[in-house]
């Protein structure tokens, strides 16, 4: 009996393996810069390929949090993330498709803040300026 349990125990053991090495991730296939160029090229050569960021029926960037979330990167790469964190809480509003996002400054603080505009259809950067 005590062996029957150990061949069950071992079988169990090497389904186990077996399903895990299935489920195990593969290395990713890169397709190159080579590819990633004629990609460019198509794209802006044939204005019919699909392309969600064309889509004007529907918003790209359709929340505040998106929004935020892109702007801060260009946002701390440009003024410093310090500076940019230290303006929370941003106003951001949606706009005729655009976010207008903005800093602001503690009550009695003078100085002025950052304003970043994005377009809602496609995430391009229309703006980015701080005020002194």
Do not use: C
Not at 39 to 59: I, M
Not at 90 to 110: C, K, Q, R, S
Request: net charge neutral; aromatic share 6%.
């Amino acid at each position: 009996m005590n062996t029957m349990k150990q061949v069950l125990a071992i079988a169990m053991l090497l389904i186990a393996a077996a399903t895990y090495a299935q489920d195990a991730p593969k290395e990713h296939v890169t397709q190159g810069r080579g590819h990633a160029k004629e990609q460019l090229k198509l794209s802006l050569a044939d204005t019919t390929l699909h392309n969600a960021a064309k889509n004007t029926e529907q918003l790209l960037i359709a929340k505040k949090d998106v929004a935020i979330s892109i702007a801060e990167p260009y946002l701390f790469s440009v003024y410093g993330k310090d500076a940019i964190i230290g303006e929370k809480p941003y106003e951001a509003y949606l706009i005729d498709n655009y976010w207008v996002i903005l800093g602001t400054l503690p009550e009695g603080m003078m100085g002025g803040v950052f304003l970043m505009i994005l377009d809602a259809t496609n995430g391009k950067v229309v703006r980015i300026t701080h005020g002194k």
